[in-house]
């Protein structure tokens, strides 16, 4: 058993060998350790430093500069995102690594962004005939499994169903009790999950006489999502974990983690750009490019300023009044002779009576089309 004192100097013991391999020239550090079943889940201060240590084996190269007398291979397991995918066609082999590459294809996926895949349900158990079944899919990026779930996807030229596979509290099938599983039980006897009497679940004789366990509730069996106890540990879960409620994975897009706004797919099933480097190369770009203009525009803006100060500080050493510089450099519209088809009188058509910066433009109007495409 772990505990605090051992986790602090692992992962202390781990920050040393990790400045080493830096030789101390980036802060790189691992901010959070956990030990897990299959063994330690590294937290570090960016994604960044995260994959900068899975590149080039530096995480076994880490381990073994922190434990050199370990002899066993340091493998980094990369993280997955898992995804359940309804109705696909029993013919998919979801181990064949070509099934898995014609699926990004058909999609429009990055190369080897499927990890792995598998059957939800064991194949003996399916009835004759079964066309369809249902495949977890395991994601390489948050990215890829948040296209899938936005759709449309297609498996097999049939489209599917892809949600985000969520974790249910785990529920003891020997007790019946919440947050554990049957190999970490520690009663002797068994507790039915139907009946709640001291039998296997198997070897029920009346499913229909129902009773929780955790609850005491009559009404369903333990396990059921109407149980008090098992909604009361979800919405701990969900305290400490939000995203587990969402529907996607969360990224740095609004619209993954912010209800209130629109995802692509309301907007016109639209599918997301998934980031490689070259995207985030022009969006640098596009950036540089923005606030440059944008200091341009203010340069600008500042250069009219001060020659229009400039201005009227000429015109009042010599005490010119302002409208009356502005009237002789902005004289009115020259009167126009007009001829009346009736009559060979001429009419002199009277000077506007606003002033010369607000004059109307004349508006044309005709039946016929611009050629411009921009009138």
């Given at each position: 058993?772990y505990?605090r004192?051992?986790?602090?100097?692992?992962?202390?013991?781990?920050?040393?060998?990790?400045?080493?391999?830096t030789?101390?020239?980036s802060k790189k550090?691992i901010?959070?350790?956990?030990?897990?079943?299959?063994?330690?889940?590294?937290?570090?201060?960016s994604?960044?430093?995260a994959k900068w240590?899975k590149?080039?084996?530096?995480?076994?190269?880490?381990v073994?500069?922190?434990?050199?007398?370990?002899?066993e291979?340091?493998?980094?397991i990369?993280?997955?995102h898992?995804l359940?995918?309804?109705f696909?066609p029993v013919?998919?082999?979801p181990?064949?690594?070509e099934s898995l590459?014609?699926?990004?294809?058909?999609n429009g996926l990055?190369?080897?962004?499927i990890?792995?895949?598998?059957?939800i349900?064991?194949?003996?158990?399916?009835y004759?005939?079964q066309g369809?079944?249902n495949v977890?899919?395991n994601?390489?990026?948050p990215?890829?499994a948040?296209?899938?779930?936005?759709g449309p996807?297609?498996?097999?030229?049939h489209?599917?169903?892809v949600?985000?596979e969520?974790?249910?509290?785990?529920?003891?099938t020997?007790c019946?009790h919440?947050d554990?599983?049957l190999a970490?039980?520690k009663?002797?006897?068994?507790?039915c999950q139907?009946?709640a009497q001291?039998?296997?679940?198997?070897?029920c004789p009346?499913k229909?006489?129902t009773k929780?366990?955790?609850?005491?509730?009559?009404r369903?069996?333990?396990?059921?999502?109407?149980c008090?106890?098992?909604?009361?540990r979800?919405?701990?879960?969900?305290?400490?974990a939000?995203?587990?409620?969402?529907k996607?994975?969360?990224t740095?897009d609004r619209?993954?983690?912010?209800k209130?706004i629109?995802?692509p797919w309301?907007?016109?099933?639209l599918r997301p750009?998934?980031?490689?480097e070259?995207?985030q190369?022009?969006?640098g770009?596009?950036?540089?490019?923005?606030a440059?203009n944008a200091?341009?525009?203010?340069t600008?803006k500042s250069?009219?300023?001060?020659?229009?100060?400039n201005?009227?500080i000429t015109?009042?050493?010599y005490?010119?009044?302002?409208?009356a510089?502005r009237s002789?450099q902005?004289p009115?519209?020259?009167?126009k002779t007009?001829t009346?088809p009736d009559?060979?009188?001429?009419m002199?058509?009277?000077p506007s009576?606003?002033?010369?910066?607000q004059?109307?433009?004349?508006?044309?109007?005709?039946?016929a089309?611009?050629?411009d495409p921009?009138?």
């Amino acid at each position: 058993m772990y505990t605090r004192d051992n986790i602090n100097a692992y992962k202390d013991t781990l920050n040393v060998a990790l400045e080493k391999l830096t030789d101390g020239a980036s802060k790189k550090r691992i901010v959070g350790l956990r030990i897990i079943r299959t063994g330690t889940l590294l937290e570090l201060d960016s994604a960044k430093s995260a994959k900068w240590l899975k590149e080039n084996n530096r995480c076994a190269e880490m381990v073994k500069e922190a434990y050199t007398s370990r002899e066993e291979e340091t493998k980094v397991i990369p993280r997955v995102h898992e995804l359940m995918v309804c109705f696909v066609p029993v013919d998919f082999d979801p181990h064949e690594e070509e099934s898995l590459r014609l699926v990004e294809l058909e999609n429009g996926l990055p190369p080897h962004s499927i990890i792995s895949a598998s059957w939800i349900k064991d194949l003996s158990r399916r009835y004759e005939g079964q066309g369809y079944a249902n495949v977890k899919i395991n994601c390489a990026s948050p990215e890829v499994a948040n296209r899938m779930i936005l759709g449309p996807t297609r498996i097999g030229n049939h489209s599917v169903k892809v949600q985000k596979e969520h974790r249910l509290v785990p529920i003891c099938t020997k007790c019946s009790h919440h947050d554990h599983f049957l190999a970490a039980c520690k009663v002797e006897r068994f507790t039915c999950q139907f009946c709640a009497q001291e039998h296997s679940s198997r070897d029920c004789p009346d499913k229909t006489q129902t009773k929780c366990t955790p609850c005491g509730s009559s009404r369903h069996s333990s396990g059921d999502e109407r149980c008090i106890e098992g909604k009361s540990r979800q919405d701990r879960q969900a305290e400490h974990a939000p995203e587990t409620r969402s529907k996607f994975f969360f990224t740095k897009d609004r619209w993954t983690y912010n209800k209130s706004i629109n995802a692509p797919w309301n907007l016109g099933y639209l599918r997301p750009e998934i980031e490689t480097e070259t995207s985030q190369e022009q969006a640098g770009k596009q950036l540089t490019t923005a606030a440059a203009n944008a200091s341009q525009g203010v340069t600008n803006k500042s250069r009219k300023t001060n020659q229009t100060k400039n201005r009227q500080i000429t015109l009042a050493q010599y005490g010119i009044p302002t409208q009356a510089a502005r009237s002789v450099q902005h004289p009115g519209p020259t009167p126009k002779t007009q001829t009346t088809p009736d009559s060979s009188q001429e009419m002199t058509s009277p000077p506007s009576s606003l002033p010369p910066a607000q004059t109307q433009p004349s508006i044309a109007t005709s039946n016929a089309r611009p050629t411009d495409p921009s009138a």
